[in-house]
């Protein structure tokens, strides 16, 4: 299994990026799909995640309103569209597969069973 995330960069603040997260070697539409992220000294953190179907989208509360996640069933790939960044959104940003068939989403990371290898994310002010 392997998680490839990318995207990741410098950006001002205010600005925009999009993250993607291919995934191969797993059936991808089997698993909701997380992001996380990890600042500098910091314990890696909840973003985002999405059901299998792509539905129940589940925001961490600081993100919510500039984040967006989805994911394209077809092309093995989740998104994280990130707008309106702030300095404290500079972090590592992983994301990760949790199996399950229902439609339910996790935000605990012990949950979610292979995870990518990160992608940095820094913003300036």
């Known amino acids: 299994v392997q998680l490839q995330a990318y995207g990741g960069g410098l950006v001002q603040a205010g600005g925009s990026l999009r993250l993607s997260c291919a995934a191969s070697g797993l059936s991808f539409s089997s698993y909701a799909m997380g992001w996380f992220r990890e600042a500098p000294g910091k314990e890696r953190e909840f973003v985002a995640a999405i059901s299998w179907s792509g539905g129940n989208p589940f925001y961490e509360d600081s993100v919510k309103g500039r984040f967006t996640i989805s994911r394209d069933n077809a092309k093995n790939t989740v998104y994280l569209q990130m707008n309106s960044l702030k300095p404290e959104d500079t972090a590592v940003y992983y994301c990760?597969?949790?199996?399950?068939?229902?439609?339910?989403?996790?935000?605990?990371?012990?949950?979610?069973?292979?995870w990518g290898q990160g992608t940095l994310v820094t913003v300036s002010s």
């Open positions: 990760a597969a949790d199996f399950r068939s229902n439609l339910w989403v996790s935000k605990n990371r012990y949950e979610y069973d292979y």
